[in-house]
């Protein structure tokens, strides 16, 4: 069975790279990219199964980014990483098209349990 | 909003930037702390790559000390609260306050530029309102900037005056910030309460405050 494909999208480059290698560790195929531009691109050349998005980039809005990257591939699952959340902002967000949202600092086996949940939709 | 609203705002939006950092700073510092259990677990106990080991120290030292460094500065912003009218360094206020904004800066990709001058006199007066003053510039100037632009901050003394310049550098952005006229209304006050003037020149706004003797 082939690996599970994450991206992982933060400005924060050390955050990112330290999430994606701990996902490598537990079996992922994990990358990490810090902006939104290199996010889309990479999405487009290379679509993930899950995307691990920041919601608060520099200069952009994080749902506008969710939005763009389900244009570019509906299939692939989008998990917000935010600061903080509520019920409704939630809501909004699924809306949209997010399939979860975690809370930074997020605990690493909360994480693999959203992205197992996101692969089994995928496979429904 | 009336000025004590516009005021609880701005500490507020103070707060939030500070929270938002320190967040940041957190988060790296629990994956880094994850990934160092991590290969400890793979290893069972022996650590293979001991440059990579410390490396992943030296990135938690890091963190935070940039965690401590705007704590220090958030510290002494609501210590200043404490008291009203107090001699103070114009500099550090405004070092202070732009750190503080700092993250506000870097969500709209732009960034801070000081020139302060030397040797200014400890000025007397409430750091509150002058903080308050300046960041309802500092904003507006933000909110008409458009990315990868400068915000510049100066400060000089003569004439028994001190003058504390802000300019910008790049494209400005069509559409002004929503809260333009209600800060302004904030700017007002606060230039008064400080017996301070404001002038706007083109691109370029002066905070002009007379000296005071401490009494």
Redesign the interface.
Known sequence: MSKTKVLLVDD?V??AT??A??LQ?RDYEAAAVCCPDEALESVKNDPPDVVLLDL?M??TDGVEVLKKIKQISPASEVILLT?HGSEQSAAEWAAVGAFDYAI???D?DSIVKKLERAMEKRLK | MNSRDLQLAFIGRILSCY??EV??Y???????G??MK?IVR?KKGKIADEKQFFGLID?VEE?IGRATAITDYLNRFAHRMEKGVTTVSINDLIDELLALMGRLA????LTFRKELGSGLPEAVLDPNLFHYLLFCILDSRMCDLD?NGVVCVGSSFSDGCYRIKVCTEGARIAAPGASESEQSAGRHEAASALDATVSETGGESVITIPVKQSN
């Open positions: 924060e050390d955050f330290t999430l290698e701990r560790i608060k520099p200069g600061g930074k600092p997020a690493i | 929270t938002h967040n940041n957190l988060a790296i510092i629990k994956e880094t994850g990934l991590d793979i990135g963190q870097y969500r709209k990709r990315r």
